[in-house]
């Protein structure tokens, strides 16, 4: 299963890249919604490892999550597995201009047991509704990156 979305942002490349890389509010952003969650490490560089715990449809779940690769020029990958469940999450940049850059980011499910398909196919039946939310999500990391720049 895959969720894809790309927005255009106002802001350079350097400063976005400096956004979307910002592990620490992602971190406390997490836990403002609930979310357990350690880092192995620091620094942010490949190699990084996080473990979250959270609660998703009645179940406590945990999550490893590893960054994979990072370029400043570029994005990043972090894969992840939880469960039967394994993924990888990329985000590139591509500068449009030097004050416009493009933001892509996309999400791979693959179901590795029989209860991770049965998950998976779950999500197949509501994945419109999940795909407006993690548009929209996007959507308003990238207006909050925007505003960030025009400070």
């Known amino acids: 299963m895959k969720f894809s979305t790309r927005e255009d942002i106002e802001a350079p490349l350097d400063h976005v890249f400096e956004k979307v890389s910002n592990f620490d509010w992602f971190e406390r952003s997490m836990l403002r919604r609930g979310v ?3 880092r192995n490490q620091d620094a942010c560089v490949a190699g990084t490892k996080w473990h979250a715990n959270f609660r998703f449809r009645g179940k406590d779940r945990d999550i490893n999550l590893e960054l994979q690769q990072i370029a400043p020029d570029a994005g990043y990958d972090i894969g992840f597995v939880s469960g039967g469940i394994e993924g990888v999450s990329k985000v590139e940049l591509v500068p449009l201009s030097p004050t ?23 999500l197949k039946l509501a994945k419109s509704s999940l795909t407006q939310r993690y548009k929209s999500r996007i959507a308003a990391l990238s207006e909050e990156i925007e505003e960030s720049y025009g400070k």
């Open 100 to 122: 416009r850059t493009r933001l892509m980011v996309e999400t791979v499910l693959s179901p590795k047991t029989l209860a991770a398909r049965l998950l998976v196919q779950s």
């Open 36 to 38: 357990k969650v350690s």
